[in-house]
């Protein structure tokens, strides 16, 4: 069945013209599934007619609380949620400037193989719907009785091998009858999916951008991830700069520093030269060790000194805060427990 939430605004509209209702019901509809109703009987402005005439089409239905994990240290939440079918997805509330930011994931499961990453160690299942992965974020404002004020799509997924329903999903909780979060405050993170970041440019939903770039040069990026061997470091700028030309979003490139696989001097001078004179700034995060794979963190201190060189070349970095350490089983590490 399906999920009323994985309506479009125009999609409801559509559907609620054609079964001959007044068209101001689609407005309070839409209002109701976005804030979190769980059945039909919660929609009390709606006639019992129209309520019957919709649960034979459609289901409301928000991923249930299967796991939860509190950091003692900074109050980081950990959630595993189970959707409707049983799968399991992992996101994780965090606190970010004065308020909170979510981390949501956009697939069951992932495709790309990066050799560091466990979202990916069992495939993909599947994509996630708008709704399943604007659900996160209002299972989580209900479970801790928050609002939610930023949204970064760097869970389990690459977001933008989902691309349809990623973008339908920022859309709906764009809409100032849903969540209305600006773009501003959403980030999606991709592994480099050079073509959909110009269809992404296109779109006209001025999100921020992050880079999955993780090495500087081609040769030592395959290594790491198997899509470089599809989009060059090269097309991958290209991208990147018509992606700015048209947002004037400043993009941010993850790289996780990796023992022997990319963190040398030599490394940090040419990711300066890559990236200098570029409107953009490194997020360098220390490796999570996956136990499935053989990646080793560098010392705080070699982080230091090769943020230190990226810095005195002319490029910004920062060193990504480790948060929810106790609780520490980030990307897809917890769902993979489980599994
Ligand atoms: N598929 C998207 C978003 C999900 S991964 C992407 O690739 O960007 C979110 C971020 O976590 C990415 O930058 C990813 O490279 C990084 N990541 C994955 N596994 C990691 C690990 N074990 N240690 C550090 N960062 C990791």
């Avoid at 006639?47 to 994990?69: D, G, H, N, R, T």
């Avoid at 994931?105 to 466990?118: D, E, I, L, N, T």
């Avoid at 230190?308 to 106790?326: F, I, P, Q, W, Y």
Wanted: contains cysteine.
């Amino acid at each position: 069945m399906v999920n009323l939430g994985d309506l479009t605004p125009e999609e409801l509209k559509s559907y609620i013209k054609e079964i001959g209702e007044a068209a101001f019901r689609a407005d309070q509809i839409y209002k109701w599934v976005h804030s979190g109703a769980e059945s039909f009987d919660e929609m009390t402005n709606i006639s019992q007619k129209l309520k019957e005439k919709l649960s034979e089409s459609f289901e409301v239905f928000i991923p249930e609380v299967y796991k939860k994990y509190v950091s003692k240290i900074d109050g980081t939440v950990k959630y595993l949620f189970k959707l409707s079918d049983g799968n399991i997805i992992e996101s994780v509330v965090m606190d970010y400037h004065h308020g909170k930011s979510i981390c949501v994931s956009s697939q069951v499961g992932c495709r790309m193989g990066c050799s560091f990453c466990a979202s990916t160690l069992n495939g993909l299942s599947r994509n996630l719907t708008p709704f399943e992965i604007e659900g996160q974020i209002i299972r989580a404002q209900k479970d801790m009785n928050i609002r939610i004020s930023n949204i970064v799509i760097m869970g389990i997924g690459e977001p933008l091998d989902n691309f349809a329903n990623v973008i339908n999903f920022i859309k709906n909780t764009n809409s100032d009858k849903g969540l209305n979060i600006g773009c501003r405050h959403i980030t999606l993170s991709t592994c480099g999916l050079a073509d959909k970041i110009y269809d992404l440019a296109d779109c006209n939903l001025p999100i921020n951008l992050a880079i999955s770039l993780h090495a500087p040069t081609d040769e030592r990026r395959k290594v790491l991830m198997p899509i470089a061997n599809a989009y060059s470091i090269k097309a991958l700028m290209e991208a990147c700069d018509y992606y700015y030309d048209k947002t004037h979003r400043r993009i941010t490139f993850e790289y996780a520093l990796v023992k022997d696989k990319n963190s040398t001097r030599e490394d940090a001078l040419t990711l300066s030269r890559l990236l200098r004179g570029k409107n953009c700034h490194i997020n360098l995060i220390p490796v999570n060790p996956v136990r499935e794979r053989e990646n080793t963190r560098i010392s705080k201190k070699d982080m230091e000194i090769f943020k230190k060189t990226l810095e005195e070349n002319g490029v910004n970095a920062t060193v990504r805060r480790e948060l929810g350490s106790d609780i520490n089983a980030s990307c897809g590490q917890l769902r993979n427990q489980e599994l």
